[in-house]
């Protein structure tokens, strides 16, 4: 039987079976105020009944587990838990205003919501309009600014078009006389507005620019952005006097598609009170850089008390979530003085605000046809094969906890297992995760996880993002990963929820997987891969950089991931003994390469920045185009891991991958 799924409600074949059913993430406190009046009062967040021996003995394990980081408001400055439908809605719609583009109270990098204030440097992390008109002059091959300005900026950095009205003046307009402008800004960039409403000319990047993407072909809000080069923004503006394009040197990444957002050692190194010790401030300088990175989807948050790939911060913590909007001055803890304190204000205002209406995201679903029978036998098998049995013979070592399926790391969600306690403590507990899987187990890239080392645990803790007021409390809210936190859990990466994992590709936590069939058959992997582009307009081929193609004809809905073209790396000759990192072969095979590589791969592991500055910059439409390869012999960028699912038979993984269509 083949089924086509449309968003939101169950189909009458979906409703009649215990098997396929898919709330699609999001909030779950949003989703029962549906109705409801504003004085209703909320029940308790499902996130918070993760505590400790909540798994005990079931089939879905949990290792990591909730923190109130808002027991005591005063104390952290920030207002608590909403307790009814009314005022869920409300800091509902005020997230919504920061992140909704064109609005009136958006918000942008480093500046917040007003580029008026000293804070925010006066919005100097903004492009003025003059600055945003003249990225094409940093184009190779364009004379003159292309008629098609808007579309190229999109392709060439990687982001989408909302559905909204998102305007800039162009070239000799007045924005307050055109109603911001006739230009159309992709959803990465915003023009904010001054305190008084008016247009303010003011151009900053959003958050859009790496938490929504694109699938069959149109925006997906929070999906996790596959496409942007933000990277390659920073260097066109170069030449125009933008001031951010010198956080290339702290934000740079190896391959479009990913980023380096979550390099928050470099954050942790200004304290929020008193001095960090020297041994933690070295340790911080020698974690090295967390290297490029996926961007998880934002509406899976609503599923996890922990975030971040390694679950370094409690889900309670919204300030970190927001860091990319903090006035410029809110970063520097205590050494900005009142400034810094303005800065802080402003997030702990807006902060608890934009995390609700991340929250209330829903995943798209799935929008080609679903065979439901094979779905249902795949979700069986979701909840309830045991990788490790017996007969299985599995060379890697079985998590101690859960009942080794897929579900025992990445949740329940079928309603037969949903409503069985055997399975799960409550029903409320439907799709939420919260297993870090250690390393020995998941075998994944390592690089992320070595990063943010002990070091960089302790100055987190002491950092205005890590909440330092809950230190020594029971809900500490500071990195999670710390041993006097985690006690005997094992580091390793956290298992997320897997609502809309049709539209999060590529895969891993570096995105070096780009379908699901390779994620559970890793033998069939490749080493360096090159998702399709679109093709450019007829009279600018050879000029204009395009995007990835993100329409239903580039997408594999047998394997669910992108099509690509397997690239043929490159090995040292004579001629050109030190080629391309984007296409060289496994540096270990080569002996002319392997001490010059190894050398390397020390720094940047052990050196903060190091990976960034020795990185060569990106010149040419070459260098460019080569960012689109992904090759996993690069440092942090390694393909590896998740091998236990070696032992699943073909068939086996068809039904999974046909089961994971419908969540």
Not at 642 to 652: P, Q, R, Y
């Amino acid at each position: 039987m083949v089924l086509s799924l449309s968003a939101g409600l169950a189909t009458g074949a979906q409703a009649a079976t215990d098997l396929i059913k898919s709330s699609r993430g999001g909030s779950q406190l949003w989703d029962w105020c549906e109705g409801k009046t504003d004085a209703a009062l909320l029940p308790p967040d499902p996130r918070s009944l993760v505590k400790p021996g909540i798994g005990t003995g079931r089939a879905v394990a949990f290792n990591a587990f909730w923190k109130d980081c808002h027991t005591d408001p005063v104390a952290v400055k920030e207002a608590g838990h909403p307790k009814t439908c009314g005022e869920l809605r409300q800091r509902f719609y005020r997230g919504d205003g920061l992140l909704d583009t064109g609005s009136r109270t958006v918000a942008a990098l480093f500046t917040g919501n007003d580029p008026t204030t000293v804070e925010s440097l006066f919005g100097a992390a903004t492009l003025t309009a003059a600055q945003y008109n003249s990225l094409w002059v940093s184009w190779d091959g364009f004379l003159l600014r292309p008629d098609n300005f808007d579309e190229l900026v999109a392709e060439r950095y990687g982001s989408v078009f909302g559905t909204g009205r998102n305007p800039y003046p162009k070239p000799l307009e007045d924005p307050n006389r055109t109603n911001g402008g006739t230009g159309r800004l992709p959803e990465m960039f915003t023009q904010l507005r001054n305190p008084d409403g008016s247009w303010s000319g003011r151009i900053g990047i959003t958050c859009h620019a790496c938490h929504s993407g694109s699938a069959n072909g149109v925006q997906t809000p929070g999906s996790g952005s596959s496409l942007q080069d933000l990277h390659l923004l920073l260097r066109d503006a170069v030449p125009l006097g933008y001031l951010p394009s010198l956080a290339s040197l702290a934000n740079l990444t190896r391959t479009r598609g990913t980023n380096n957002a979550s390099d928050i050692n470099l954050a942790f190194l200004f304290p929020d009170e008193g001095l960090i010790s020297i041994e933690t401030a070295l340790g911080v300088l020698a974690s090295g850089s967390t290297a490029s990175m996926d961007t998880p989807a934002w509406w899976n948050m609503g599923h996890r008390p922990v975030k971040f790939v390694d679950g370094v911060f409690p889900m309670d913590a919204p300030r970190v979530d927001m860091v990319f909007y903090t006035p410029a001055f809110g970063l520097f803890g205590s050494l900005g003085g009142p400034l810094s304190e303005a800065g802080q204000t402003w997030m702990r205002a807006h902060g608890p605000e934009a995390n609700t209406w991340v929250e209330a995201l829903k995943a798209p679903a799935y929008p080609a046809a679903v065979n439901t029978t094979l779905a249902e036998e795949g979700a069986v098998l979701f909840h309830t094969l045991n990788l490790w049995a017996s007969n299985r013979n599995n060379p890697v070592p079985k998590p101690s906890e859960g009942n080794g399926s897929c579900a025992s790391c990445h949740g329940a969600y079928a309603p037969r297992y949903v409503n069985d306690p055997t399975f799960l403590a409550t029903p409320a507990l439907e799709g939420m995760a919260s297993y870090i899987t250690p390393q020995r187990i998941i075998q994944t890239d390592v690089v992320r996880q070595e990063t943010n080392n002990e070091a960089v645990q302790v100055a987190g803790a002491n950092n205005f993002f890590g909440y330092p007021t809950t230190a020594g409390t029971a809900n500490d809210c500071g990195p999670q990963n710390r041993s006097d936190l985690r006690g005997n859990r094992e580091l390793g990466y956290l298992a997320p929820p897997l609502y809309g994992v049709w539209a999060t590709a590529p895969y891993m936590h570096n995105g070096s997987v780009p379908n699901l069939w390779e994620l559970l058959k890793p033998a069939d992997r490749k080493p360096l891969w090159k998702r399709k582009s679109k093709t450019p307009r007829w009279d600018q081929t050879g000029r204009a950089i395009m995007g990835y193609d993100t329409s239903m004809a580039a997408f594999d809905t047998t394997k669910v991931g992108w099509k690509y073209d397997v690239v043929q790396c490159k090995r040292p000759s004579l001629l050109d003994p030190l080629p391309s990192q984007y296409l060289r072969c496994d540096p270990q095979d080569d002996l002319l390469l392997s001490w010059y590589d190894a050398l390397l791969t020390n720094l940047y592991g052990n050196v903060i920045l190091a990976w960034n500055v020795l990185f060569p910059p990106t010149i040419t439409n070459t260098d460019i185009e080569e960012r689109k390869i992904y090759n996993s012999y690069m440092f942090g960028q390694g393909n590896g891991g998740h091998t236990f699912n070696s032992v699943l038979t073909d068939n086996e993984r068809k039904a999974l991958i046909e089961y994971m269509k419908t969540l």
